[in-house]
């Protein structure tokens, strides 16, 4: 089991930035697939941004293309989801979470290790 520990959310206004850390412990964290979801009020887990082992192959969903960059800093076995011009419904719960494939997967049900959420809210 892979611990994972989520940091780095907080309060923003619109058009603001913020990038969420991930810090993870216990396996060999290289050969992890990690991803980053969210979960807003009453809504289902969604995809946010997903990268591979080396960090050359990256997944991103359609409303945060172009806003979002997901990296991986395997020597200090954390992950990054740095947040630009960030809306009102970018604000949920965010995630982390890893599994030990190959493939850049992008369902939750798909990842097995998760951490405990960080909270981000953007309002003005």
């Known amino acids: 089991q892979m611990q994972l520990v989520e940091s780095g959310g907080g309060l923003v206004q619109p058009g603001g930035s913020l990038r969420l850390s991930c810090a993870a412990s216990g396996r060999t964290f290289s050969r992890f697939v990690m991803g980053w979801f969210r979960q807003a009020p009453g809504l289902e887990r969604e995809f946010v941004a997903a990268?591979?082992?080396?960090?050359?192959?990256?997944s991103y969903a359609d409303s945060v293309k172009g806003r979002f960059t997901i990296s991986r800093d395997n020597a200090k076995s954390t992950i990054y989801l740095q947040m630009n011009s960030l809306k009102s419904e970018d604000t949920a719960v965010y995630y982390c979470a890893a599994r030990a494939t190959m493939v850049v997967v992008t369902t939750a049900r798909e990842y097995d290790n998760w951490g405990q959420g960080t909270q981000v809210t953007v309002s003005s």
């Open positions: 990268v591979s082992w080396s960090g050359g192959r990256t």
